[in-house]
């Protein structure tokens, strides 16, 4: 099975940008499809977005699709996820998720991965 870490996040004021990291351990990185969820204080988690194992391909939600990016380098086993035009609503802990795919299949769901990391907090304040 493979592990996940978070690290990148902090506290950004309104309006800056955020580069999270997700890096994998334990089995090729390149096996697995990648998304990154995100839970704020009282509310349930939800998709952020997603990235094919190959990084061929992405999806986001509507509402982050223009400020949000994901990619990621197997080579150095992480994927990343680039915010920007930060504001107060963004604010939660972040987490990525991992599956074992065997096609370029994204995955949307949080019912879809088996591997989850422990999150990182972002914090969106001036």
């Known amino acids: 099975q493979v592990q996940l870490v978070e690290s990148g996040g902090g506290l950004v004021q309104p309006g800056g940008s955020s580069r999270l990291s997700c890096t994998g351990s334990?089995?090729?990185?390149?096996?697995?499809?990648v998304g990154w969820f995100r839970q704020a204080p009282g509310k349930e988690r939800e998709f952020v977005g997603a990235?094919?194992?190959?990084?061929?391909?992405?999806q986001y939600a509507a509402s982050l699709q223009r400020r949000f990016t994901i990619s990621r380098d197997n080579a150095k086993n992480t994927a990343y996820l680039q915010m920007n035009a930060l504001n107060p609503d963004d604010t939660a802990t972040y987490f990525c998720?991992?599956?074992?795919?065997?096609?370029?299949?994204?995955?949307?769901?949080?019912?879809?991965?088996?591997?989850w990391g422990r999150g990182t907090q972002v914090t969106v304040s001036s």
């Open positions: 998720a991992a599956h074992q795919t065997v096609t370029g299949a994204l995955l949307l769901s949080e019912n879809d991965y088996a591997y």
């Open positions: 334990g089995r090729p990185f390149s096996d697995y499809a």
């Open positions: 990235i094919s194992r190959a990084g061929t391909r992405t």
